[in-house]
């Protein structure tokens, strides 16, 4: 599937929709956690994108199609954060519990994104530097940080000796060894007492794949419009929600993500609106936009999401201020079906 190509509706009005993972492992090979990785197609090997619309759908994929339970049983998730949303333009519609924010390499480390790394790290969410490389700014972030990863693939390994050593200097930084092909690479992790391992050598992704049926363009739009109205009532956005069933179900799964750990699942879409909170499900709503548009060009996107009042947050992860125009909200909440496919594999990437 090309670049920002939307996923075909079946007569029935359902759509296939996709999100990888891979595992990462300790240094006794068990699973602690997985990467969450943008595919377009139940087949991809890579993610073809790593934009903000990319990390917007593995986010609305994992939490409301699957729900986070079904992706990664109580694991933590290692999510690719684009700047917009490390400085705060797009907010986080899910606490820290159980994710690790991904800062890309491609990220310029300059005073706004310092200033929203430092909100996020404050509200509890833990922070990995991806691919890291010595020298690239990204080093003014150790102090927050608790995970560096590192490539064994094609990363300058003749620097290696000095950026471990750095990594250990903040006793809450634990290594991430990437991009393991080979045995060698394996061995190499274990000389340095790299703590977690990612990499074929140990898995490769999986791609699971769910049938989404879509809501209601009405119903979308209604529900934007009540969730930004200056004066949210809830028995009217409870109301919208429960009238539509792919709603529903999509509400009720971030619901049940939110709640994780708690004894109860749950059950109705009161609860569901309750337990996650309306700014929350506003910061779904803004992030569901992005399915709309997800041809349209980057700045294009970004645009629509970052207006003034629509998706930014002061500080970094607040609701919403002012009221958007309306936007067609976005598609699918789901019934499952996962599968895992097997192929030949190129040399690792996302």
Not at 96 to 125: H, N, S
Not at 144 to 173: F, T, W
Not at 231 to 245: E, F, N, Q
Request: proline residues 5%; hydrophobic residues 40%.
């Amino acid at each position: 599937m090309g670049r920002g190509v939307k996923p075909s509706v079946s007569s029935d009005g359902t759509q296939l929709v996709h999100v990888g993972r891979q595992p990462i492992f300790d240094e006794r090979g068990d699973v602690v956690a997985y990467e969450l990785l943008f595919r377009g197609s139940m087949d991809a090997i890579a993610a073809g994108r790593q934009d903000a619309y990319a990390t917007s759908t593995v986010m609305i994929n994992a939490f409301t199609e699957f729900g986070i339970r079904e992706v990664a049983g109580d694991r933590l998730c290692f999510i690719n954060l684009t700047r917009e949303f490390l400085a705060g333009r797009l907010a986080l519609p899910f606490g820290p519990e159980q994710v690790v924010l991904e800062v890309l390499e491609t990220v310029e480390i300059d005073d706004e994104v310092i200033e929203g790394i430092t909100g996020l790290a404050e509200r509890g969410y833990r922070i990995a530097l991806d691919d890291f490389v010595w020298g690239s700014g990204h080093e003014r972030l150790f102090g927050l940080a608790s995970y560096v990863k590192l490539d064994l693939l094609d990363g300058d390994l003749s620097r290696l000796d000095e950026i471990v050593a750095a990594c250990r200097q903040h006793p809450n930084i634990k290594i991430v060894a990437e991009r393991l092909e080979t045995a060698e690479q394996v061995a190499l992790a274990d000389k340095y007492g790299l703590e977690l391992r990612q990499g074929y050598a140990l898995s490769r992704p999986q791609v699971l794949t769910v049938a989404s049926m879509s809501p209601s363009r009405l119903h979308r739009l209604e529900l934007v419009t009540a969730l930004f109205a200056q004066d949210p009532d809830l028995d009217r956005i409870v109301s919208i929600i429960a009238s539509d069933p792919a709603l529903s179900l999509r509400v009720l799964r971030a619901s049940n993500s939110a709640a994780a750990g708690h004894a109860n699942r749950v059950s109705s879409v009161r609860q569901a609106v309750v337990m996650v909170g309306l700014k929350h499900i506003r910061q779904w709503a803004v992030l569901m936009v992005l399915d709309e548009v997800g041809g349209a060009t980057e700045e294009h996107m970004l645009g629509v999401l970052t207006r003034p009042g629509s998706a930014r947050t002061s500080p970094p992860g607040s609701a919403p201020r002012r009221t958007p125009r309306s936007w067609p909200a976005s598609s699918a909440a789901s019934r499952c079906c996962w599968t895992s496919r097997r192929r030949r594999w190129p040399s690792s990437s996302r």
